[in-house]
């Protein structure tokens, strides 16, 4: 069945039959596929067949020119397979038509990976997913997304046996903790099936998740075999060799490659305990058939692959590419695929390409990468046949990397974005992103179901040890409940329980509060009568009502609280067996003796405490309780703290998030809750825009990845999506805000007599005198006039500004501003002009009349080059205007005639300044008289309530090069 087409069943069996005397029929066939159970080894390889040519493209042969995914080809699937139509019934029911939403940006491609390619020399692949299906016990539905995802990122790849070398690029979009690493390990497998015979697996920069992930591609693919080779169990042992006392080596976990050959051996060249050490010789990969390159078929496949599984560090990169530099001629020739995990993390280039261009042209040497990317720039240019995938959960430093970088990696070729898994616990599960339920409750609400505030003050260290206690308590009852739902079903078992507090970076803080958890530990007395009182409480009021709300098909439920008490004692047992210590700090404090965490070798049921290195990349296996209180300003590095996503089979109903609502940062605070449901809002952004430009028109895409329009969105504005030195070839597109406010006015005298004559026809229609109380005063007038919204924003495009001030902080909320008048229900028609006279300054304005003037200077803020204006407005003013942009027309204001839900406001002032600066050589090349010289037009733009309802999105572009004039697309 897995080689072509779909064929008949029933025709290929029927001989055999025939041979024994017996007859199968299409009705016996329906009858098999009705009554198999889950484990049926027909079925499940029926079933994910199926699934794969679901998913067929429709310019397949046999598929008749069905779409993918449609009930239409899977008519044509039955009838090929010879099934009636109980039998497709039956399928259906049981498999129902696979959907692959997988989304892909893609270069064209030449489709060589073909399903002749894939299995001419199948070995890992098979093996690898049989040990998901099998040992790892994952859902055929799953395994069966895994299978067309990963043949989506190799068939993108350069054909390993072309004559000409080709080098792509590509970046694979998954979620935090949602099985990227099972991605590339299939990728991994199906490369080395069909000729590829060096991969490296760059991981993150911390080696505690450089060996988690040697071990689970060391267990899942690579096998037992390739680990021990011929040796003995007793010599592998006298050896050292890796695993010989890992439980699940001697529990047979590993995969068993089996006793025939091996189609290609994979000589591991790192090992679990040990990263990259130069090694020339088991490098080096020998040709069998002289006078044929190495990418020659009859090369590749005599010889083994090496697999190198490293972190991203400078110096043993360094060996990497001294061993290759050796090597250099045959790795012209070989055919080598790099996967770069957490590839938004160390990989990107972080120097500013403005200081080298500026370098460059005064003639002096400067760096222009930073050591990682530079070492990985190497790599990719003594390798020409070399692939290189990026994988991440927050691509934003990704999509932000310049694409004329031909050293860079830029993803050129393909940008895939994996589907969320079956059973995913994700950010939104945690956030009620529709309209808010109401009432809000476990059922109706994933926050009243999940989450938990810590609203406590800092200062109140009572309240503060309440909450965490509280968390400690929950973290209790979601063990024992574990340890009870795992004694009345066999298919659930619970390894690990842990509980994550993430408050600091700081080694010295985690110190502390360790030290804060098993003293409140030691002070609840979970087993004393106040105790189990308070336990029982919260079991009844929230361990046990969430449970019934949000408990998964064929979970247990939750008993009584007394029937559970004799689980609360064996789960205290189970915390604190190690030294009465309930508690596991994770970070490079080497002072701290204590049991080390390693989810392979020990069942941790523990209280983690850390920061880095528990905050990316690195699973934290059965994490129920999170107490987060840790604010960042990176969108990215936020979203990878967020260890309680992931997959929580048999527990989900149990999880809780206690997290700070009010959390220091700096000067600041911030809400960590609203940041995170911003973080929800960015990438669901980023998604649908992937998705929108995933299209093709006949046989060719209808964006390349080089073109991908602004794709990044902000919507917290404290919260930017990356870090600023990853962010250097981006560009705000788009910008939405309640008030537009522009301080960077110009300094030109030209172009500021240019812009006084922009608005002298808006201040000319806008000349209605009138009582403009405000701050107290009575006496106050302004000039008032209605100006239609295009015309103003026609006005304010044709300005002048300082030096790249238009491009970066004008020409976004312009953006945002012209596409709500577009609309066609446009929340924005028009503005109403008021124009405050306060003072006795005043100018005589050729065809406006007499303007009063205020006085305003610029300033330098730190950081900035040139010194700009502070806010120009003046604050009673503002106060004035305000019930003019609210939803209803405001009673007894003074300008309520004006009012309209459609209609903003402009406050705006001519501004003399008193210590001015003007650009040299910039006089009007027309006579100017003295009161119209120097003069600026200064305003503020407010909108109706109706017009963004508190939007504050930024959306980014990428530029392309050095040019900040040029984008890598400008298409919509």
Known sequence: M??????????RVAPDAADHGTTVTSSDLAELIRTAGPDDPFFTVLGLQVHKWDAE?????????????????????????????????????????????????TAPWNRWYKPDVATAHEFYWPRYRDYLLEVRGWPAANVSALDIATTSVVERLSDPTRRAAYQAKGLVVGYVQSGKTANFTGVIAKAIDCGYRLVIVLTGTIEMLRAQTQRRIDMEMVGRQNIVGDLSPEQAQKAQLDYQDDPAWIGGQFLDLGTGPIASEIHRLTTHGQDYRTQFKNLKIDRFAMGKPLFDRANLFSAAARLVITKKNSAVLQKLVADLQANKGAFAEIPVLIIDDESDQASVN???????????????????????????????ELMPRAQYVGYTATPFANVFVDPSDEQGIYPKDFVIGLQRPPGYMGVDDFHDLGPDPVPATFDTSNRAAFVRDLAAAEDDVTARDAELRRALEVFVLTGACKLYRSSLSRHLTFRHHTMLVHESVGTAEQRDLAELVKRLWRRAAFESPKGLERLRTLYEADILPVSRARIEDGVPKLPHFDTLRPWITKVIGKITEHDNNPVVVVNSDREIEQQQLDFDRNSTWRVLVGGAKLSRGFTVEGLTVTYFRRAVTMSDSLTQMGRWFGFRYGYRDLVRLYIDRNAKFGRKRVDLYAAFEAIARDEAAFREQLAQYAEWDGDRPRLLPSQIPPLVTQHLPWLKPTSRNKMFNAAIEEQGAQVFSPVGYSNALNELHD?????????????TDVTFPAGGQSDLRARVGVV????????????????????????????????????????LKDFLLVMP?????????TDVGTVRVINRDRRTRGGEDLPKFGEITDPKHRTFVQPLLLAEKPTGHPLAEYWSPSRGVVL?????????????????????????????????????????AGDSVLRFRVIQGSDPSVVSVDAR
């Not at 897995?2 to 025709?11: H, I, Q, R, S, T």
């Not at 049981?94 to 692959?100: A, Q, Y």
């Not at 006279?837 to 304005?845: C, E, I, N, S, T």
């Open 908 to 948: 705006s002032y001519l501004i003399r300044e008193q210590s001015p600066s003007y650009r040299r050589g910039s006089e009007p090349t027309t006579k100017v008289g003295p009161d119209e010289l120097g003069l600026i037009v200064g305003f503020s733009v407010y909108l109706p309530h109706g017009a963004t």
């Open 755 to 767: 812009n006084l004559n922009l608005w002298r026809p808006v201040f000319a229609n806008c000349a």
């Open 788 to 827: 239609d919204a295009a015309d103003l924003l026609h006005v304010v495009e044709q300005q002048g500004w300082m030096y790249l001030y238009a491009e970066r902080s004008v020409k976004p909320v312009l953006t945002f501003l012209r596409n709500l008048v577009q609309r066609p229900q446009s929340p």
């Open 2 to 11: 897995e080689d072509g087409p779909p064929k008949n069943l029933v025709a």
């Open 350 to 380: 972080t120097v500013d390409p403005a200081k080298v261009e500026a370098a460059k042209a005064s003639g002096r040497q400067v760096k222009e990468r930073r050591a990682i990317n530079e070492r990985i720039a190497e790599m990719l």
């Open 57 to 105: 493209p429709a310019d397949t042969d046999w598929t008749g020119r069905t779409d993918p995914s449609t009930l239409a080809r899977r008519n044509v699937i039955c009838e090929r397979l010879g099934l009636d139509a109980a039998g497709a019934e039956a399928l259906l029911q049981k498999r129902p038509v696979f959907v692959d939403e997988t989304i892909l940006i």
């Open 837 to 845: 006279q306060p003072g006795d300054k005043a100018v005589d304005l």
